[in-house]
T-cell receptor, first 113, second 113 residues
Framework: QQKVQQSPESLSVPEGGMASLNCTSSDRNFQYFWWYRQHSGEGPKALMSIFSDGDKKEGRFTAHLNKASLHVSLHIRDSQPSDSALYFCAASEPGTGGYKVVFGSGTRLLVSP | DMKVTQMPRYLIKRMGENVLLECGQDMSHETMYWYRQDPGLGLQLIYISYDVDSNSEGDIPKGYRVSRKKREHFSLILDSAKTNQTSVYFC????????????FGKGTRLTVV
């Protein structure tokens, strides 16, 4: 079982709509979460981090973290076609020589004009 | 300029040939990663390096080995490539802290025929 699970696998929203992506961890060692976005043909790039319970807003993007339930979500309001991409949730866990980042399997978002 | 550089970007190899994928970063990051990405499987960690000559297996190390002799360079080697190693390979780097952002290269698309 993956330690970071994302849902849904794919999501389609109209331009201007709200997209909601979910991420659940099965490991209480995970306390620091990131969202990454990958456009076709590129490597993933960090979108935003969330380390504390509650909401964190950056422009049209809002992340929410509930550490008690190990649930993280990303909400994109006023979605644009340029938001169409693969979104990954990621968390850090202790490794043998430091920390390593574990990624979920991703949610593919399609925003249609 | 914060950058992770991967070479080559595209590569076609015959089954049984050796493959060398190279990666460099200019951010003095301690930690470097090699991932492979296949459709529907997200980012699978092959190897992680916590610093020079401090390498650890990831989730799918079989058939791969790595080398890190300088902090800024991390190589992935496939000895006797197999067709099921056809994939997109991403190198990434980060600081070694729990809340760190991971920076990715643009990827190498490897086809083994």
């Amino acid at each position: 079982q993956q330690k970071v699970q994302q849902s849904p696998e794919s999501l389609s929203v109209p331009e201007g709509g709200m997209a909601s992506l979910n991420c659940t961890s099965s490991d209480r060692n995970f306390q620091y979460f990131w969202w990454y976005r990958q456009h076709s043909g590129e490597g993933p790039k960090a979108l935003m981090s969330i380390f504390s319970d509650g909401d964190k807003k950056e422009g049209r993007f809002t992340a929410h973290l509930n550490k008690a339930s190990l649930h993280v979500s990303l909400h994109i309001r006023d979605s644009q076609p340029s938001d169409s991409a693969l979104y990954f949730c990621a968390a850090s866990e202790p490794g043998t020589g430091g920390y390593k980042v574990v990624f979920g399997s991703g949610t593919r978002l399609l925003v249609s004009p | 300029d914060m950058k992770v550089t991967q070479m080559p970007r595209y590569l076609i190899k015959r089954m049984g040939e050796n493959v060398l994928l190279e990666c460099g970063q200019d951010m003095s990051h301690e930690t470097m990663y090699w991932y492979r990405q296949d459709p529907g499987l997200g980012l699978q960690l092959i190897y992680i390096s916590y610093d020079v000559d401090s390498n650890s297996e990831g989730d799918i190390p079989k058939g791969y080995r790595v080398s890190r002799k300088k902090r800024e360079h991390f190589s992935l080697i496939l000895d006797s490539a197999k067709t099921n190693q056809t994939s997109v390979y991403f190198c990434a780097s980060s600081f070694g802290t729990v809340n760190t952002e991971v920076f990715f290269g643009k990827g190498t698309r490897l086809t083994v025929v």
